[in-house]
Every structure is written in C-alpha cells, then in structure tokens.
C-alpha cells in the first residue's frame, strides 16, 4: 500500500473550517430569537388586554409635588378650591381618564386628563363659588364611562 505524507493545513482549509464551526451553532440561536420574539410578542398582547388601575383617590385643599395637602370630606367655599387627586398603577399604555364634578347630581364640569405608563398620578380642581354650597361628587372614570370610583364631598360656609 502506498501512503502519502501527511501535508500541513492550508491557510485556505484552517479558514474553512471556521467558519463552519461559527455557522454550526447558528440554527439554535435562530430557534432561541424565535421563541424570544413569540415571547414579546405574548407581553405585548398581555400589556394591550392589562386593565388601568386605580391605586388611590382622595378630596384635598391643595396639591403640591402630586401629594394631597389637607384631605377632607367638607370643604369650605372661602378656601377657593377643591381638587380631587387620582393615582393609576400597572397603567398599560398612554391613555384618558375623566373627573365628572356632580353638584346635587348634576353633572358641573368634566374634565378629561391623561395617563400614561407605567404609574400615573393627576389631578382637577374646581374654584368655588358661593352658589356650590350643598352636597358634590367626582366619578372618576375611564374613557369608555367605566367608573372607577365616587369621591363625595360637601361645601360649607
């Protein structure tokens, strides 16, 4: 039998056989990108059907750096002002809520704010006049009318 020396590695060979290598573990890298992106793709879905969530809401005199100063369920008409202070947690994405000022059920103002993720924290106010004496409300709703809370207040001398 004949036999041949054994001949060194070609450049050309060593560099073949690189590259191979790199291009062998490339099928389970696409197959774990896949999954990851179906993934994303799950939390996206997910994140779309998340309800906003009303954390807090309360009646104050004032707000200063989004914190309520002297919450109260009576209000005087001399103090000039009511604000109703609302915080939403998990909120999924941008979107309104709404603040409807009921005076002795009867719809005074609405006002449309928005939110926007992930925790949200805003407010409304009314100036009060000497006719807004008597018994108020504020719905706190989302932008389809769903209520998530009433807030009832009163104004006094």
Known sequence: MFKQPIQPLT????????ICCLLLPLPA???QEKSESSFEV????NTKDAELILAHAVMCESVQNLRPINQAVTFSVSGGHV????????????GIVYHRWFRRNELSTQVK???????????SRIQLREEDKGPWHV????ENGKPFEVLRFSITD
């Open 29 to 31: 890298v696409r197959a």
């Open 139 to 142: 719905e706190i709703s989302t």
């Open 113 to 123: 704010l928005k939110v926007y993720p992930p925790n949200w924290t805003t407010y």
């Open 83 to 94: 604000y109703c202070l609302s915080t939403f947690k998990a909120v999924p994405k941008p």
């Open 42 to 45: 799950k939390n996206e879905r």
């Open 11 to 18: 450049p050309f060979f060593c560099f073949a056989l690189v």
